[in-house]
């Protein structure tokens, strides 16, 4: 990948972020809108609007940080571990799923497993969606990686997110960080050249 293709990425990447979270703050930080709103202040709405268009941007840059660094990881992983690197990957995406619901129940206080359960359902149905979509776009060994990518290493990114007492910012940052990581994923073939031949 030449650097203008990279720049291409990164600043469509970062462009999306931002528009992505600025839209779903509509949903989730509605009150904050509201705000603003009764009485129409314009210099607060717009302080807003900057907030989170801020926020989507900080989302996408450690997204484009998370996805370079597993580029390099799945380099080096592929040469050093040869043919036991994709059982790990199968192994660390069943244990990232596992992580998300029980070890984050116990450190709850709440007594409910369910949310933490559709959290990792719903990660685990979206990230299987866009790994389905990589290999129909490129060949079938891109499932399991892309699969490794969209779990293991959102979550990774989304960790800080996870301990926000502030749902509303755990929802965007997911939604942005996911996003941002799926376009990559799906980008990333056509920028190298090495898309499926129609």
Not at 12 to 40: C, K, N, Q, W
Not at 108 to 132: E, N, Q
Request: net charge neutral; with cysteine; charged share 15%.
């Amino acid at each position: 990948m030449n650097s203008r293709k990279w720049v291409r990425m990164f600043m469509t990447t970062l462009a999306l972020g931002g528009t992505v979270v600025l839209i779903a703050s509509f949903f989730f930080r509605a009150d904050a809108y509201m705000e603003a709103l009764d009485p129409l202040q314009i210099g607060e709405l717009f302080g807003v609007l900057i907030f989170f268009l801020g926020y989507g941007l900080i989302f996408s840059v450690i997204s484009q940080m998370g996805f370079f660094a597993y580029l390099m990881i799945n380099q080096f992983a592929t040469g050093m571990f040869r043919g036991f690197w994709r059982p790990l990957q199968a192994f660390l995406i069943i244990f990232t799923l596992f992580d998300l619901v029980y070890f984050r129940y116990l450190a709850s206080d709440d007594g409910s497993i369910w949310g933490y359960l559709a959290t990792a359902a719903g990660l685990l149905v979206a990230s299987y969606l866009v790994a389905k979509r990589k290999v129909h776009e490129t060949n079938k060994t891109a499932f399991l990686p892309a699969m490794f990518f969209m779990t293991v290493i959102t979550t990774v990114e989304w960790l800080p997110g996870l301990y926000l007492d502030d749902s509303a910012y755990t929802w965007l940052m997911i939604i942005g960080l996911f996003v941002c990581n799926s376009y990559q994923l799906l980008l990333l073939h056509r920028l190298v050249g090495t898309a499926k031949e129609a």
